[in-house]
């Protein structure tokens, strides 16, 4: 396997742009809105919820990283998925994660073009008009223009982080003037390590299950790297314990410096539990700030799931799973029309979230949950059939998954069992129906269109 492949795209992303776009697509704002919900959840004890998260979430990408090193492709773990178990699997993978991503997209813009709305006194539509085609254009003009984009915007949420896991410790530790040491007091206070006892950890799991969704993004960008298998295992190897230092540090000066009790879903900047902390500090204008790096965040990840939208339809198209005009790309080697179909469904689901028909948004979004368990589970399938036949060819190479077969069993069981908590948490449980109605409908599709045999090939060759 030569080190470029020849997908009909660039090769103009660098080993730093894809370890920095794995990071800023799992830190979004998410990571600065949401954290409460599972600490308050599970009390400091989420730290647990996020090591198994976190435990699955290595494992899983462990398991791509080796089918991406050997095989690197834009459609990834949905060209896996087809090589697997055939066109439908892999049809099936790869719209229902582009379905996500536009979803996450019309998501993240409406929230970012709320904040700005209100700094400027405008209409909530002119930001995210102005956003969507300044970063339409960024992805237009070349692969190495976006990678150069999403790096300094991941690169600007990755130092917030770091000041504020060093901010965190100072407090802690009262090595801020007019602060003592915190001690244990909210840690381990009245209520212990665990007050909820292990159901609250089970809740705090079903919280955090899907925090550090966003990581596979790299590997569809691996296939435009200039050497995919040295990138993809640079990338996968660094990512993973980056975004685990980021999420459990985080959490866990969350949980020492604020009552657990106290915390929740943040609407806003203002209720952040990282503004909250910050305040501790008395660094004036933090809420300010904290809008910025929240509205950063966003668009960061809107840039990501642009391009993984485009490339994800324009790699369909390759294999005759889309129209064939989306297999196309320009003089730049970018898919434009595949772009320019993603531009168009942001706007969609961002006009959806405007319009907000009753019932239709709810059950779109609470698909957007469930799609990602479909994901990890395709993604374990397709390493468990691929593995020996990838051993069996001299692949495998750079990153290899440990244990085969059984740790890849293990951690198809332990998404079975996020499965289960879903099912019994009620609010959850519409989260499993809603996914399969979307599988339901994209599975009817796969099998009503046939592909001509002319076209019955991957695009990684």
């Given at each position: 396997m030569s080190a470029s492949i020849n997908t009909g795209l660039g090769h103009g992303l660098r080993t730093r742009h894809l370890t920095m776009m794995g990071l800023g697509s799992a830190i979004g704002a998410g990571l600065f809105l949401g954290t409460g919900v599972g600490i308050r959840t599970a009390g400091p004890a989420v730290l647990i919820a996020y090591l198994i998260t976190g435990i699955i979430t290595v494992l899983i990408m462990r398991m791509l990283g080796e089918m991406v090193a050997a095989r690197p492709s834009s459609g990834s773990f949905s060209d896996y998925a087809e090589q697997a178990f055939g066109r439908w699997a892999g049809f099936s993978v790869g719209w229902l994660y582009w379905f996500m991503m536009v979803m996450i997209m019309g998501a993240e813009m409406t929230g970012a073009a709320a904040i700005m709305a209100s700094w400027f006194g405008v209409p909530a539509w002119i930001p995210a008009l102005v956003s969507v085609v300044i970063l339409a254009a960024v992805n237009l003009l070349s692969v190495r223009g976006f990678g150069e984009f999403e790096f300094w915007f991941a690169f600007i949420k990755v130092a917030v982080i770091i000041a504020f896991l060093v901010i965190g410790a100072l407090l802690i530790f009262g090595g801020l003037p007019g602060h003592s040491f915190v001690g244990t007091q909210h840690?381990?206070?009245?209520?212990?390590?665990?007050?909820?006892?292990?159901?609250?950890?089970?809740?705090?799991?079903?919280?955090?299950?899907?925090?550090?969704?966003?990581?596979?993004?790299?590997?569809?960008?691996?296939?435009?790297?200039?050497?995919?298998?040295?990138?993809?295992t640079t990338a996968v190897n660094s990512v993973i314990w980056r975004i685990g230092i980021f999420y459990i540090g985080s959490v866990l000066v969350i949980a020492f410096l604020l009552p657990?009790?106290?915390?929740?879903?943040?609407?806003?900047?203002?209720?952040?539990?990282?503004?909250?902390?910050?305040?501790?500090?008395?660094?004036?204008?933090?809420?300010?700030?904290?809008?910025?790096?929240?509205v950063v965040a966003l668009l960061s990840a809107f840039n990501a799931q642009l391009y993984g939208s485009s490339r994800l339809c324009y790699s369909l198209a390759k294999r005759g799973d889309a129209p064939a005009i989306f297999a196309r790309t320009g003089d730049n080697q970018v898919p434009t029309p595949a772009l320019l179909l993603s531009v168009f469904f942001a706007f969609v689901s961002v006009g959806l979230q405007w319009w907000n028909p009753t019932g239709l948004l709810d059950f779109l979004l609470n698909a957007v949950g469930g799609c990602l368990v479909v994901i990890w589970v395709s993604i374990i399938a397709s390493y468990l059939r691929l593995h020996p036949q990838l051993a069996r060819n001299g692949e495998i190479s750079g990153?290899?998954?440990?244990?085969?077969?059984?740790?890849?069993?293990?951690?198809?069981?332990?998404?079975?069992?996020?499965?289960?908590?879903?099912?019994?948490?009620?609010?959850?449980?519409?989260?499993?129906?809603?996914?399969?109605?979307?599988?339901?409908?994209?599975?009817?599709?796969?099998?009503?269109?046939?592909?001509?045999?002319?076209?019955?090939?991957?695009?990684?060759?």
């Amino acid at each position: 396997m030569s080190a470029s492949i020849n997908t009909g795209l660039g090769h103009g992303l660098r080993t730093r742009h894809l370890t920095m776009m794995g990071l800023g697509s799992a830190i979004g704002a998410g990571l600065f809105l949401g954290t409460g919900v599972g600490i308050r959840t599970a009390g400091p004890a989420v730290l647990i919820a996020y090591l198994i998260t976190g435990i699955i979430t290595v494992l899983i990408m462990r398991m791509l990283g080796e089918m991406v090193a050997a095989r690197p492709s834009s459609g990834s773990f949905s060209d896996y998925a087809e090589q697997a178990f055939g066109r439908w699997a892999g049809f099936s993978v790869g719209w229902l994660y582009w379905f996500m991503m536009v979803m996450i997209m019309g998501a993240e813009m409406t929230g970012a073009a709320a904040i700005m709305a209100s700094w400027f006194g405008v209409p909530a539509w002119i930001p995210a008009l102005v956003s969507v085609v300044i970063l339409a254009a960024v992805n237009l003009l070349s692969v190495r223009g976006f990678g150069e984009f999403e790096f300094w915007f991941a690169f600007i949420k990755v130092a917030v982080i770091i000041a504020f896991l060093v901010i965190g410790a100072l407090l802690i530790f009262g090595g801020l003037p007019g602060h003592s040491f915190v001690g244990t007091q909210h840690f381990l206070g009245e209520h212990g390590f665990m007050p909820h006892g292990w159901s609250g950890v089970a809740a705090g799991l079903l919280a955090v299950a899907f925090a550090f969704g966003g990581i596979e993004m790299v590997t569809i960008a691996a296939a435009e790297s200039e050497d995919p298998q040295r990138s993809i295992t640079t990338a996968v190897n660094s990512v993973i314990w980056r975004i685990g230092i980021f999420y459990i540090g985080s959490v866990l000066v969350i949980a020492f410096l604020l009552p657990f009790d106290t915390l929740g879903g943040a609407q806003s900047a203002a209720d952040s539990p990282y503004t909250l902390v910050l305040e501790q500090a008395q660094i004036p204008g933090v809420v300010g700030f904290m809008e910025i790096v929240i509205v950063v965040a966003l668009l960061s990840a809107f840039n990501a799931q642009l391009y993984g939208s485009s490339r994800l339809c324009y790699s369909l198209a390759k294999r005759g799973d889309a129209p064939a005009i989306f297999a196309r790309t320009g003089d730049n080697q970018v898919p434009t029309p595949a772009l320019l179909l993603s531009v168009f469904f942001a706007f969609v689901s961002v006009g959806l979230q405007w319009w907000n028909p009753t019932g239709l948004l709810d059950f779109l979004l609470n698909a957007v949950g469930g799609c990602l368990v479909v994901i990890w589970v395709s993604i374990i399938a397709s390493y468990l059939r691929l593995h020996p036949q990838l051993a069996r060819n001299g692949e495998i190479s750079g990153v290899q998954m440990w244990g085969y077969p059984w740790a890849a069993w293990g951690t198809l069981l332990s998404v079975a069992a996020i499965v289960a908590l879903m099912l019994a948490d009620a609010a959850a449980r519409t989260q499993v129906y809603a996914v399969l109605v979307i599988c339901g409908v994209i599975l009817a599709i796969a099998f009503l269109t046939r592909r001509p045999a002319t076209l019955n090939g991957t695009d990684h060759h």
